[in-house]
Antibody
Framework: QVQLQESGPGLVKPSETLSLTCTVS????????WSWIRQPAGKGLEWIGR???????NYNPSLKSRVTMSVDTSNNQFSLKLTSVTAADTAVYYC????????????WGQGTLVTVSS | QSALTQPPSASGSPGQSVTISCTGT?????????VSWYQQHPGKAPKLIIY???KRPSGVPDRFSGSKSGNTASLTVSGLQAEDEADYYC??????????FGGGTKLTVL
């Protein structure tokens, strides 16, 4: 049974960089697509982007200029960096595994709240 | 890339059936058979209940079913139970290696 766990600072200052890591256990990070998805309080889900185990990545066009994702296969982890954050980036951030290249997320982390505030 | 359109709310009595729609365009829902649905209870992570339009992951009751016609996908919950009360989100492949979510529907069991 694959398990995912997000980790990282819960508070980030405006204009700084949000950095999160997702640790995968119970399975290999290889040969799968791994995504970051966020949810502001009381609002819907927003796909941020994904990284393949080879390191190739794709991002939501609305966030592309500020997002970088990477994978660390030796530690079974993948990461998210979101630059120049504002209060609008305050949300619960989930990491998730995709069933296939075209999406369908079958395993999710529990989510981690990141607040952007000075 | 715009969010898929879902009704904000839906409701039904125990034992009844309810259908939630998810409307996109020919560039996402209508163009690919990669629509998935998620159930989210308060404070919890979303749970996959339908993928590739109509397939159910192991362990998901067959009360949950999915379909698609043109640019609109639908989730039907039959034999409503109290525990079905939750938020439901659709998701579709949108081409160019991107995916898009719907705005979510709050299902109330009366």
């Amino acid at each position: 049974q694959v398990q995912l766990q997000e980790s990282g600072p819960g508070l980030v200052k405006p204009s700084e960089t949000l950095s999160l890591t997702c640790t995968v256990s119970g399975g290999s990070i290889g040969n799968s697509y791994w995504s970051w998805i966020r949810q502001p309080a009381g609002k819907g889900l927003e796909w941020i982007g994904r990284v393949y185990s080879s390191g190739s990545s794709n991002y939501n066009p609305s966030l592309k200029s500020r997002v970088t994702m990477s994978v660390d296969t030796s530690n079974n982890q993948f990461s998210l960096k979101l630059t120049s954050v504002t209060a609008a980036d305050t949300a619960v951030y989930y990491c998730a595994k995709a069933l296939a290249r075209q999406g369908g997320f079958d395993y999710w982390g529990q989510g981690t709240l990141v607040t952007v505030s000075s | 890339q715009s969010a898929l359109t879902q009704p904000p709310s839906a409701s039904g009595s125990p034992g009844q059936s309810v259908t939630i729609s998810c409307t996109g365009t020919s560039s996402d829902v209508g163009g690919y058979n990669y629509v998935s649905w998620y159930q989210q209870h308060p404070g919890k992570a979303p749970k996959l209940i339908i993928y590739e339009v109509s397939k159910r992951p192991s362990g998901v009751p067959d009360r949950f079913s999915g379909s698609k016609s043109g640019n609109t996908a639908s989730l039907t919950v039959s034999g409503l139970q109290a525990e079905d009360e939750a938020d439901y989100y659709c998701n579709s492949y949108a081409g160019s290696n991107t995916v898009v979510f719907g705005g979510g529907t709050k299902l109330t069991v009366l």
